[in-house]
Nanobody, 120 residues
Framework: QVPFVESGGGTVQIGGSLRLSCVGSGRTFSDSYVAWFRQAPNKKREFVARISNAGWTTDYADSVKGRFTISRDNANNVAYLQMNSLRPDDTAVYYC?????????????WGQGTQVTVSS
């Protein structure tokens, strides 16, 4: 069983917005740090954003700071990524993962992800 199922991707114009969701399973969601990662064509998977177990602390890659917001709903085992002011270089498959506490290091298997395409 994969730990997360991602959804909410799509095609959007430059400057548009999308809200991604991922539903967690496989361990106690509310006890775990959760992060979003992305992988663009022919590039390595990279960190996007992280949120602490209770949602009090967040961390963002410099490339998305001020444009993306990570949040979570522990009652429903869901993490969100609100993406605003989208740019072509945000085009990628987006994935959720559990990460080690206080780090950007993912562990466990990856889900299928959700495709985000930003077009002009």
């Amino acid at each position: 069983q994969v730990p997360f199922v991602e959804s909410g991707g799509g095609t959007v114009q430059i400057g548009g917005s999308l809200r991604l969701s991922c539903v967690g399973s496989g361990r106690t969601f509310s006890d775990s740090y959760v992060a979003w990662f992305r992988q663009a064509p022919n590039k390595k998977r990279e960190f996007v954003a992280r949120i602490s177990n209770a949602g009090w602390t967040t961390d963002y890659a410099d490339s998305v700071k001020g444009r993306f917001t990570i949040s979570r709903d522990n009652a429903n085992n869901v993490a969100y990524l609100q993406m605003n002011s989208l740019r072509p270089d945000d085009t990628a498959v987006y994935y959720c993962s559990y990460v080690e506490v206080g780090t950007r290091q993912p562990f466990g298997s990856w889900g299928q992800g959700t495709q985000v395409t930003v077009s002009s």
